[in-house]
């Protein structure tokens, strides 16, 4: 899960602890602002590592065709 703070657009997200987020006691930075997360999380090469995609996936597909990836 990932959170926006829309005062200063920074990205946090409950990190990957072994239990349900919602149970997590961790809430950490992810990114330093929207634009660097949207660029490398869903435009670019954090996109399979974040989405538990693989390279056959169609977003990944048209990111490596554009040259993202």
Same mark, same amino acid.
């Given at each position: 899960m990932k959170a926006l /703070? =829309? *005062? /200063?657009? !920074?990205v946090? !997200?409950?990190?990957d602890t072994g239990v349900p987020?919602?149970? #997590?006691s961790r809430f950490e930075q992810f #990114? #330093? #602002? %929207?634009? /660097?997360f949207f660029l490398e999380g869903v435009a670019g090469r954090s996109? %399979? !590592?974040l989405n538990g *995609?693989?390279?056959? /996936?169609?977003w990944w597909r048209l990111?490596? =065709?554009?040259g993202r990836i």
């Open positions: /703070d =829309r *005062a /200063d657009e !920074t946090w !997200t409950f990190p987020w919602s149970m #997590s #990114s #330093s #602002s %929207l634009e /660097d996109y %399979l !590592t *995609a693989f390279e056959g /996936d169609q990111l490596n =065709r554009i």
